[in-house]
């Protein structure tokens, strides 16, 4: 089952375009299609200087010059496929993974990235990575597996009045 969660993921990251880059060739479009740059720029959201930089790479290469634009900042250590990997994992058991429990914490996460992909991530990143690919924090029920809730209440009923202090009466 993991598998093809894996395959889907990888097929669906071959051609994908970044919101940004979406963005882009809806402008170039607009462009091309005579619109003016302050009105391009108030319809995609952004500044008209924007426009304008990207009406500049338009005419020297055309649209495909505007899906090529590279994302800003720092490349990023995994790719879709580890991601995907990194997911099916995540839906496995922890203690399939070696970990004495049935809980994913944000070290067990890094220890395993760690593992798979050889790339080490701080805390903060760890929980980034996770949110991105949609998972959430949960905490864990605060009660024990052998818990006997009709013993708890009948303890509850029977023996906790009775080990409970009364009020004094008051002296007259």
Same mark, same amino acid.
């Given at each position: 089952? +993991?598998?093809?969660?894996?395959?889907?993921?990888?097929?669906?990251?071959?051609?994908?375009?970044?919101?940004?880059?979406?963005?882009?060739?809806?402008?170039?479009?607009?462009?091309?299609?005579?619109?003016?740059?302050?009105?391009?720029?108030?319809?995609?959201?952004? &500044?008209?200087?924007?426009?304008?930089?990207?009406?500049?790479?338009?005419?020297?290469?055309?649209?495909? /010059?505007?899906?090529?634009?590279?994302?800003?900042?720092?490349?990023?250590?995994?790719?879709?496929?580890?991601? /995907?990997?990194?997911?099916?994992?995540?839906?496995?058991?922890?203690?399939? !993974?070696?970990?004495?429990?049935?809980?994913?914490?944000?070290? #067990?996460?890094?220890?395993?990235?760690?593992?798979? !992909?050889?790339?080490?991530?701080?805390?903060?990143?760890?929980?980034?990575?996770?949110?991105?690919?949609?998972? +959430?924090?949960?905490?864990?029920?605060?009660? /024990?597996?052998?818990?006997?809730?009709?013993?708890?209440?009948?303890?509850?009923? #029977?023996?906790?009045? &009775?080990?409970?202090?009364?009020?004094?009466?008051?002296?007259?």
């Amino acid at each position: 089952m +993991s598998s093809g969660l894996v395959l889907e993921n990888i097929g669906m990251a071959q051609k994908r375009l970044s919101e940004a880059a979406k963005k882009r060739v809806r402008a170039g479009r607009m462009l091309l299609s005579g619109k003016g740059c302050a009105e391009v720029a108030l319809a995609v959201g952004v &500044a008209r200087q924007t426009v304008y930089t990207w009406k500049r790479l338009l005419d020297e290469g055309g649209i495909d /010059a505007l899906r090529s634009v590279p994302d800003p900042g720092r490349p990023a250590q995994l790719d879709e496929a580890q991601l /995907a990997a990194l997911r099916a994992t995540l839906l496995q058991s922890p203690t399939a !993974h070696g970990f004495g429990t049935e809980l994913w914490t944000l070290k #067990r996460v890094g220890a395993v990235i760690e593992r798979m !992909h050889g790339v080490r991530f701080g805390q903060t990143q760890v929980w980034r990575i996770l949110g991105a690919m949609g998972f +959430s924090p949960q905490k864990p029920e605060k009660r /024990a597996i052998e818990r006997n809730d009709d013993a708890v209440r009948a303890w509850k009923r #029977r023996t906790w009045p &009775a080990l409970k202090k009364k009020p004094r009466e008051k002296a007259a």
